[in-house]
């Protein structure tokens, strides 16, 4: 046997290994793990709606932060760019 025979023997076997474990299948999940997913997900989705809240309060700041600056009715981005 040459050493590329040796080499595709060994490649054709990792490879019939890989493709068996990416078809195996998971156990079926217990009621224990679907109530910590849900947890989790309420988690997440709080988390979210805060950072949206969050975002939307820092967003008017930052209007409220340019209209005073009077930079829409001076036209001072306008100058600047020129």
């Known amino acids: ?3 590329k025979q040796i080499c ?4 054709a076997v990792v ?3 890989a493709f ?3 078809l195996a299948k998971l156990p079926p999940a217990t009621d224990d793990q679907k ?3 849900a947890e989790a997900k309420v988690k997440a989705d709080e ?9 939307g309060k820092y967003q008017d700041r930052a209007v409220d ?3 005073k600056a009077g ?10 760019k020129k």
């Open 20 to 22: 068996g474990m990416a």
């Open 8 to 11: 595709a023997g060994i490649a």
């Open 47 to 55: 988390g979210a709606k805060k950072e949206a809240e969050l975002l």
């Open 65 to 67: 932060r340019y209209k």
């Open 15 to 17: 490879t019939g290994c």
């Open 35 to 37: 109530a910590k997913a």
């Open 71 to 80: 930079v829409a009715k001076t036209g001072a981005t306008a100058a600047v």
């Open 1 to 3: 046997m040459s050493m």
